[in-house]
């Protein structure tokens, strides 16, 4: 384990030692500050509005954040010929790959722990009230989502050779899943075999990561998911991190490294 | 004497991404036998299969067959690679790290009690001579100062074999001297070296024994002076044993 940590560091380092980071997070504050400034037909429930907008962006930033981070992790050691040294070490391709994922679900944390805690002085500078156990649920799910899509992004990366092309396929493929993967059972009954058994396939073999997606929760503050349900999704995400990471670690093993 | 690092019909071979293109064979039965304390020169001409026999002792590349061992467990393992160092050719570590976090990582890679890991990173910097440049990220440094905090980071675990990838490769004299001089002082500890180089002059002062090698067969091995034979350098003895002419 102390390798996989030792690698998991190197990566949280990176994040917090790049722009990229601060650049999207003062971008979210500055907009959420603008219109939080402004009072908009008088009407005090806007602050859902505003709650709204801003975790739309944190969900937009967290997602850029996770795929570009993760996308230039493993390509960035190959071109920069760090990957030699490192492998030279007693270190096995299977820490190196765990340790990456590790450090980039953990750097998204940290990410979106800053974020919410942005959000939560926002919203509760007009509501005057701090439901923490709904924004833990909230956070807790969307980190385990971004778990799902940094793991995707580290397979993607051993597979395509670009982190650009990368990155792109890996935001084409989450952005996809969140906007129509609930629909896809509904639009295979509409066609006919084989298209049918093939859009259904797909329908149970992605990962709905559009489940992890509670913003309502805390918009309206409805009650909190029961604890069972809650505990589930996150069983599920780990369950696909699992076998995307499994997969990152066979393309890997099977790699020259030359 | 047992051999801290071996070879035994070692071949490898890259498939090519062309269809019509045939198989190409980097290495064609090598057998190599390096001993404990020896300085070890590599040489060959460029895609002559040294950094591929580097590569396979590394568990960068799989063999096509034959055998290959550090300290006669097989390289394939991850533990025959904890009592190596290696410095690779040109390569640029983390930019955001420092030198001393950057050898702090791969201390605890080793496994490096935090003192231990503390009380070697202060030598090693001193060696390398880049104390002064210790809390400066690596994005400031200059090609000779990465060369040898890479020097560095591949003595972090006190190894007893160094395998060198042309570690003077873009320096300048003064940074050829430098690390010709470790090299020595590294012999003179004890430690097994093995590297590639291109810089002959350099290999007949620090080298015991020499390999030459040409388009994956190895072609001459021996001390310098064994090599040299009946040449005026060891050079000259190089060009001739690759088949180079002068006219």
Not at chain 1, 3 to 32: M, P, Q, S
Not at chain 1, 66 to 93: D, F, G, H, M, S
Not at chain 1, 185 to 203: K, N
Not at chain 2, 101 to 123: C, N, P, Q, S
Request: aromatic letters at 10%.
């Amino acid at each position: 384990m102390k390798n996989i940590f030792a690698v998991a560091g190197v990566v949280i380092k990176e994040l917090y030692r790049r722009k990229d980071f601060y650049v999207l997070f003062i971008v979210t504050i500055l907009i959420c500050l603008m219109m939080a400034s402004v009072n908009i037909f008088n009407d005090a429930k806007i602050v859902r509005y505003l709650k709204e907008i801003c975790l739309l962006l944190v969900w937009i930033s967290s997602i850029v954040i996770a795929v570009t981070t993760t996308a230039r992790q493993i390509p960035a050691e190959r071109e920069n010929r760090t990957l030699l040294p490192l492998l030279a070490k007693p270190l096995t391709r299977a820490q190196l790959i765990a340790g990456k994922f590790l450090g980039c679900w953990l750097a998204c944390g940290l990410a979106l722990l800053c974020f919410y805690i942005f959000f939560g002085a926002l919203a509760a500078s007009r509501e005057h009230q701090w439901p923490l156990l709904n924004y833990f649920q909230a956070a807790m799910l969307h980190w385990f989502m971004l778990g799902i899509v940094v793991a995707l992004t580290l397979l993607g990366s051993l597979v395509f050779a670009a982190p650009s092309s990368n990155s792109t396929i890996c935001f084409i493929v989450v952005g996809g899943i969140l906007f129509v993967g609930r629909h896809l059972d509904q639009v295979a009954l509409t066609l006919l075999e084989p298209t049918r058994t093939i859009v259904y396939s797909i329908y149970f073999a992605i990962p709905h990561l559009e489940l992890f997606d509670v913003r309502d929760l805390v918009i309206h503050n409805w009650p909190l998911i029961p604890w069972l349900y809650f505990s589930l999704a996150l069983l599920y995400a780990l369950g696909y991190m699992a076998v995307f990471l499994a997969g990152a670690c066979l393309v890997f093993r099977r790699k020259a490294v030359n | 004497m047992t051999a801290i690092l071996k070879t035994e019909k070692l071949r490898v071979e890259y498939r090519s991404r062309e269809m019509r293109q045939k198989t190409k064979v980097a290495l064609c039965g090598l057998d190599l036998e390096v001993h404990p304390g020896e300085v070890f020169g590599f040489l060959g001409p460029n895609g002559a299969g040294k950094t591929t026999t580097m590569n396979v002792l590394l568990g960068f590349v799989p063999p096509t067959s034959g055998n290959a061992s550090l300290f006669g467990i097989d390289v394939r393992q991850p533990i025959a690679r904890q009592r190596i160092g290696y410095l690779p050719e040109l390569t640029y570590y983390y930019k955001f790290l420092t030198a001393e976090e950057l050898l702090r990582f791969y201390a605890k890679i080793f496994g490096l009690a935090r003192a231990e890991a503390d009380r070697r990173i202060d030598e090693l910097l001193k060696l390398v001579e880049l104390e002064h440049a210790r809390k400066r990220p690596i994005k400031s440094y200059s090609k000779g100062m990465q060369q040898r905090v890479g020097l560095a980071q591949s003595l972090i675990n006190n190894p007893d074999l160094l395998v060198l990838d042309e570690p003077t490769s873009g320096l300048d004299p003064l940074g050829r001297m430098k690390v010709r001089e470790i090299i020595q002082r590294l012999k003179k500890e004890g430690k097994t070296v093995f590297f590639s180089s291109h810089e002959l002059g350099e290999v007949e002062t620090v080298c015991d024994r020499v390999a030459i090698i040409h388009q994956g067969e190895l072609k001459a091995i021996g001390s310098v002076n064994e090599i040299t034979g009946r040449h005026a350098s060891l050079e000259k003895a190089f060009l001739e044993i690759i088949g180079f002419t002068t006219p």
